[in-house]
């Protein structure tokens, strides 16, 4: 595996849509990056690299991966418990190893954003990108009070309307935050604090990966060459219904399993990595 190929093609976001369906990697490639994601990362190794990024307080223990945990549900990353000398709670958030991350600067600046507009998400108190296949990237943040809200409504069938309803407006509440430019924020310039969309326009955003998917979605027979010209036609015809002077903040894959409630609200946004600059109907 040509670690040093993939880590140029996955953290390049110029070219996607949405980043999980549309990275640059082969399915073999997706394959062997996340079989082994959670067992390869040792907690001894772990605490030795997060310590070197938390000075004051450190890090005394993590605990072992629980895919049962409600930190473990539906994400890319290995997300691991762990506890500060302090005795707060910490989530370390760990990309493959080897493999780095390319967007967790912008993640943290997102989840700052919305706790400076009232709404619940996380601190973030360290950042480490991965500088050897040897290394892994991560994220150390706050851990959030609060039930997964896909556990919550398996324990609580009968409060699904309410809580759906509440996830609506959390949502409609994120995209009233206006932001610069359209697309995947540009990770390079969230590391000196600044947020900003790669593309300029909210068309060039929404056709980054279109030609990548109708090709797929040709390879695969689902369409017929065609279709795919067909299909793009309608989108080079109609840049009128793709236009907006200014983008809003969009989630990306606000889903059950990345929100937490306490039965009342949301109390918890996570998962950032899909995060961009768009309109709200996306």
Same mark, same amino acid.
């Given at each position: 595996m040509n670690l040093k190929s993939i880590n140029k093609r996955i953290i390049n976001r110029k070219d996607v849509f949405y980043w999980q369906s549309e990275r640059r990697i082969s399915e073999a490639e997706a394959g062997e990056i996340w079989k082994d994601r959670h067992s390869a990362?040792?907690?001894?190794?772990?605490?030795?690299? *997060?310590n070197s990024c938390l000075k004051e307080d450190e890090c005394v223990s993590i605990d072992e991966f629980d895919n049962t945990k409600q930190e473990s549900l539906g994400g890319i990353n290995s997300n +691991?418990? $762990?506890? @500060?000398?302090? $005795?707060?709670?910490?989530? *370390? +958030?760990c990309h493959p190893m080897g493999v780095k991350n390319g967007y967790?600067?912008?993640?943290?600046?997102?989840?700052?954003? @919305?706790? %400076?507009?009232?709404?619940p998400s996380y601190k973030t108190?360290? &950042?480490? =990108?991965? =500088?050897?296949?040897? %290394?892994?990237?991560?994220? !150390?943040? =706050?851990?959030?009070?609060g039930i997964n809200v896909e556990?919550?409504?398996?324990?609580?069938?009968?409060?699904?309307?309410?809580?759906?309803?509440?996830?609506?407006?959390?949502?409609?509440k994120i995209n009233q935050i206006e932001v610069e430019g359209f697309g995947p924020f540009n990770n390079d310039l969230a590391k000196r604090g600044k947020l900003k969309g790669i593309f300029n326009s909210?068309?060039?955003?929404?056709?980054? $990966?279109?030609?990548? %998917?109708?090709?797929?979605?040709?390879?695969?027979? &689902?369409?017929?060459?065609? =279709?795919?010209?067909?299909?793009?036609?309608?989108?080079?015809?109609?840049?009128?219904?793709?236009? +907006?002077?200014?983008?809003?903040? !969009?989630?990306n894959d606000f889903i059950d399993w990345n929100s937490l409630t306490d039965g009342k609200a949301i109390n918890g946004i996570l998962d950032l990595d899909e995060c961009v600059a768009s309109d709200p109907i996306s």
């Open positions: 990362i040792k907690n001894s190794k772990l605490i030795k690299i *997060v +691991r418990v $762990g506890r @500060l000398k302090s $005795g707060k709670e910490v989530i *370390v +958030r967790f600067y912008v993640e943290s600046l997102v989840a700052q954003l @919305l706790i %400076d507009n009232n709404l108190y360290a &950042i480490h =990108e991965c =500088e050897n296949e040897h %290394d892994c990237a991560f994220q !150390v943040i =706050e851990k959030l009070n556990l919550f409504l398996k324990q609580n069938p009968k409060m699904e309307e309410k809580i759906v309803y509440e996830m609506g407006k959390t949502a409609a909210l068309y060039k955003s929404v056709v980054a $990966g279109l030609d990548y %998917d109708l090709n797929l979605l040709v390879r695969y027979n &689902i369409i017929t060459k065609q =279709e795919a010209k067909s299909y793009k036609k309608i989108f080079s015809t109609n840049k009128v219904l793709l236009q +907006r002077e200014k983008a809003v903040l !969009v989630h």
